[in-house]
């Protein structure tokens, strides 16, 4: 078991190659929630094939290079991303966008545990076993958390070696989903959707997709020696994600087009394959589910850590997922999960958005470098640096003022005609804000992470 947490990691204790980030990522990506994200703009929101596969392109590729520069700090530092915040926030500043981060992967979490619950009393019901029972939802809700909880609780490199394994699988298993799907699907189904929705669909997509990733991309690149390709570890990490999102999302957007419920994907997805596949699909569903959700409570209990909660890692994994536990039992007793989720993923936008744009100008202002062991560093001068704190809330409000989800719509947004511009918004306001707040010389010593 690992026992390390957001600790520096030595340069003897470093290991890998920056490829090994590729499989991490395709692994994690490469899921029914992915699939789920294509299906929904065009079964949700009425875009066209082409229409959601040019939101899908567009939102993928403004995104995920967001995971590749995070990815950039690990072998840099030896600590995770929304520890490396601590740069532009202060250690302790840094504190409140830490503790966002461990709710987004709560968030995440929770919805992953819910599905693997569904898909579970899915395929026991072509047992013809009832499913209605209560007794037998509580049942599978904690067997599941018990077989989440071993990989997370092992730590990096369990990770890392199954994610690998993982991505053989998949890439088998929905590659012949495609072939069944694909002499089913007619692009040209549906009349397709106005700019205003497409920008809706955008956000969606980004938000789910690399910029939900963003904070996680250091938490597994830090194990990396500190001498590793730049090029390599941002290549790998954005292909590792870009790839499997557009690809499983296309093939989502194909599947609404054969069956209109396609956004859900336990009981309505299933109707555009062929009744054999069924079950390999719900088992293809779980352990995706699995693998997906392993990578949240792995970097949960970082962000936790990185919240300035003294608590060892295993403790914070423990922890993440009792919550995780009450949060499925409440979502499974509920009819309302799919509006949660989607007002989840609608929000995630305000403080992720401005908290990017922070993160990358600071990164440019340092040229990358860092002094690791400053990060730590909790009695020293800058404990809070009000400039990215102000920059935070002001990309913050401009994202509020220009989002469309279906908590509510900002006021940019209403005067639009509804359009969704929050992401940038929030990013380019907050990158603007700190970069005329913070102008001071940045003084850091060359460090190629920890000794």
Not at 243 to 265: N, Q, S, W
Not at 273 to 290: D, E, H, M, R, T
Not at 348 to 363: F, H, Q, S
Not at 394 to 416: D, E, K, P, V
């Amino acid at each position: 078991m690992e026992q390390r947490g957001i600790e520096l990691v030595p340069a003897g204790e470093r290991y890998g190659r920056p490829r090994d980030l590729l499989f991490l990522w395709t692994g994690t990506t490469m899921g029914i929630f992915t699939l789920v994200y294509g299906t929904t703009v065009v079964a949700a929101f009425g875009l066209s094939f082409w229409q959601a596969v040019a939101a899908i392109l567009v939102g993928n590729l403004l995104a995920f290079p967001l995971v590749g520069l995070t990815s950039l700090q690990g072998p840099a530092t030896g600590t995770s991303t929304m520890t490396v915040s601590r740069a532009a926030y202060g250690p302790k500043g840094a504190r409140l966008l830490s503790f966002f981060g461990w709710l987004n992967m709560v968030g995440f979490e929770a919805g992953g545990m819910v599905l693997i619950t569904f898909a579970a009393l899915s395929l026991l019901g072509q047992t013809g076993m009832d499913t209605s029972s209560l007794g037998l939802k509580v049942t599978v809700i904690l067997v599941a958390a018990l077989i989440q909880l071993v990989l997370p609780l092992i730590g990096h490199a369990a990770v890392m070696k199954a994610q690998k394994y993982f991505t053989w699988i998949f890439v088998l298993l929905f590659g012949l989903m495609a072939i069944l799907v694909g002499p089913k699907v007619d692009v040209s189904a549906g009349g397709g959707a106005d700019f205003t929705t497409f920008t809706v669909a955008v956000a969606l997509i980004m938000s789910a997709g690399g910029l939900s990733w963003g904070p996680l991309g250091g938490d597994y690149s830090r194990y990396l020696p500190a001498g590793s390709s730049k090029k390599a570890v941002f290549g790998y990490a954005f292909l590792g994600g870009f790839l499997p999102y557009v690809l499983l999302m296309t093939l989502g957007a194909a599947v609404a087009t054969v069956v209109k419920d396609a956004a859900d994907p336990i009981s309505g997805l299933p109707g555009a394959l062929p009744s054999w596949f069924v079950v390999p699909y719900l088992l293809l569903a779980i352990v995706s589910l699995f693998a997906v959700n392993t990578t949240d409570l792995y970097s949960s209990g970082l962000n936790l850590q990185a919240a300035g909660i003294k608590v060892k890692r295993w403790v914070a994994v423990v922890a993440d997922l009792v919550l995780c536990v009450v949060i499925t039992y409440v979502a499974v007793t509920s009819e309302n999960f799919n509006t949660m989720l989607n007002t989840f993923l609608g929000l995630l936008i305000i403080w992720l958005a401005p908290w990017a744009g922070v993160y990358v100008t600071d990164w440019l202002r340092r040229k990358g470098r860092y002094d690791a062991r400053a990060l730590f560093d909790e009695d020293g001068p800058g404990q809070v640096r009000w400039a990215a704190i102000i920059a935070q809330v002001a990309g913050m409000a401009a994202a509020a003022l220009w989002i469309n989800s279906t908590a509510f719509s900002g006021w940019i947004s209403q005067a639009t005609g509804g359009t969704d511009f929050s992401i940038f918004a929030g990013f380019l306001v907050a990158g603007a804000v700190y970069a005329v707040l913070d102008r001071g010389p940045v003084s850091v010593p060359v460090l190629e992470g920890a000794r």
